[in-house]
């Protein structure tokens, strides 16, 4: 695992505009999702990152991209980056999923950590993918990586990164346009 390391999520998609679930399903980023990834790519210039690992999801890839260009960095896609697989809600609004799902909302609110989307994955299982892909980018860096994934499995990774147990991971926010510097467990945003 890198002893530093830099997250990103990535820029707005047009999926989150309309609060669906995107999962492992994919929307376009949006005119200003992709000025995020410009914004975040000015930001990281002179920070030693020489490989940028993706999600291999569209929306993280561009986002990936847009910031690898601006740093003459590599792109190597890291399949353990792509999000919670969000299963048969994927795509969806949570007032749809009410409607098609009427018990799923409460089912995860008794049980966040372990509660998996119909047909997808759980926080618990989705840890020791986040695990895997911190191996995997620190393996295939040349220099600091930027990792750039999604809401969800980027707090796993940051957990695992600061050691946090579940409640600390389910706490965690990450806006588009943030991006995170970790060292050795401790946090900072740049």
């Known amino acids: 695992m890198p002893e530093r390391v830099f997250l990103a999520r990535h820029g707005q998609t047009t999926w989150n ?13 949006t005119d200003d999702g992709v000025a995020q990834a410009e914004s975040m790519a000015r930001r990281l210039v002179g920070s030693g990152i020489g490989t940028v690992c993706s999600s291999p999801l569209g929306r993280a ?4 991209r847009i910031i690898a260009e ?10 353990e980056l792509a999000e919670l697989d969000h299963g048969e809600l994927a795509g969806m609004t949570w007032e749809e999923v009410d409607e098609q799902y009427p018990t799923a ?8 950590w372990g509660w998996a989307f119909p047909g997808g994955e759980s926080y618990a ?9 911190l191996s995997t980018c620190g393996w295939a860096s ?8 999604h809401e969800m499995i980027g707090r796993m ?30 946090e900072r945003v740049l």
């Open 157 to 186: 990774l940051r957990a695992e990164l600061r050691g946090l147990d579940p409640s600390g991971a389910l706490a965690l926010r990450h806006p588009p346009g943030v991006i995170f510097e970790i060292e050795r467990g401790a």
């Open 125 to 133: 299982q989705a840890r020791a993918r986040a695990r895997k892909a």
């Open 142 to 149: 040349d220099g600091i990586p930027l990792l750039v994934s």
């Open 70 to 79: 601006s740093l003459g960095a590599a792109v190597v896609e890291v399949p």
């Open 105 to 112: 909302r409460e089912e995860r609110a008794d049980n966040r």
């Open 61 to 64: 890839l561009r986002t990936a």
């Open 17 to 29: 505009l309309e609060h669906r679930l995107q999962g492992q399903l994919d929307s376009p980023l």
